[in-house]
């Protein structure tokens, strides 16, 4: 009886020890944002999004105050049309109907950007290209990689390298105009403490020339000398 006990313990525990690798191969999974997505839904998405980013930076060329972001929404006027009407042509030769209308998550931040204007519109504006290319970041680098068919994939390669530029002009821009980290809240934090660190140096040069010069009024020439030999 124990000896049953015994071999029925060991194959349940063999079998939870095929199961671990199963398991975290499906958390892997759950992480790629692209899995499940087919070449039909990743056009679906790119041509909302692209919509989106065009709709967006015309509301910004009119209520922007910021140079820099009226710079980039015309950046994101010029590319992204360029790039939806690639997707249209490519997606009327395969029979995908794409949509006509933003989805709901843009049509509401339409809205609300529609009520802001001046700085305050910069700020919301450009937090806002920040998440939405991240996010095009992401599904555009899925699709070249897992993509099924080999037109949307390469349309998806050769757009990459625009939408990642798109975003770092966004992270930058943002980090000027406020309204969240962006890419350069770390750099900027090393760069305060890098400047408190050569104000520091400068401080104590600062202080150890008053000290020399009070050296100098106290001790004389001879003794200068004997300091410098000192240092």
């Known amino acids: 009886m124990k000896r049953t006990v015994a071999l029925a313990l060991l194959v349940a525990l063999a079998g939870c020890l095929f199961l671990v690798p199963a398991f975290a191969a499906d ?5 790629d944002t692209n899995k499940g997505v087919s070449d039909q839904q990743f056009a679906q998405k790119a041509s909302a999004a692209g919509l989106a980013e065009v709709n967006l930076a015309n509301l910004a060329l009119q209520r922007a105050s910021s140079p ?16 939806n009407q690639q997707l249209i042509q490519m997606a009327n030769r395969k029979n995908i109907v794409l949509p006509a209308t933003m989805d709901r998550k843009h049509q509401d931040l339409d809205r609300q950007l529609g009520q802001l204007r001046g700085a305050e ?3 919301a504006y450009m937090k806002a290209m ?10 555009f680098e899925g699709q070249s990689k897992n993509g099924k068919d080999s037109d949307l994939k390469e349309l998806a390669s050769t757009t990459l390298p625009t939408l ?7 992270q930058d821009i943002q980090d000027k105009v406020g ?14 403490r890098d400047q408190g ?9 600062d202080q150890g020339g008053d000290r020399n010069k009070g ?17």
């Open 130 to 139: 920040v998440a939405d290319h991240k996010e095009a970041v992401s599904l």
């Open 179 to 192: 309204g969240g980290t962006g890419s350069g809240g770390e750099r900027n934090k090393g760069g305060d």
């Open 27 to 31: 958390d892997r999974d759950d992480k």
């Open 164 to 170: 990642r530029e798109h975003l770092k002009m966004a």
């Open 68 to 83: 820099q972001v009226k710079e980039f929404a015309q950046h994101m006027v010029a590319d992204h049309t360029k790039a």
């Open 215 to 231: 050296g100098d009024r106290d001790r004389g020439g001879d003794r200068n000398k004997s300091g410098d030999s000192d240092k």
């Open 121 to 123: 519109f910069d700020r």
């Open 197 to 205: 660190g050569d104000r520091n140096k400068s401080s104590d040069r």
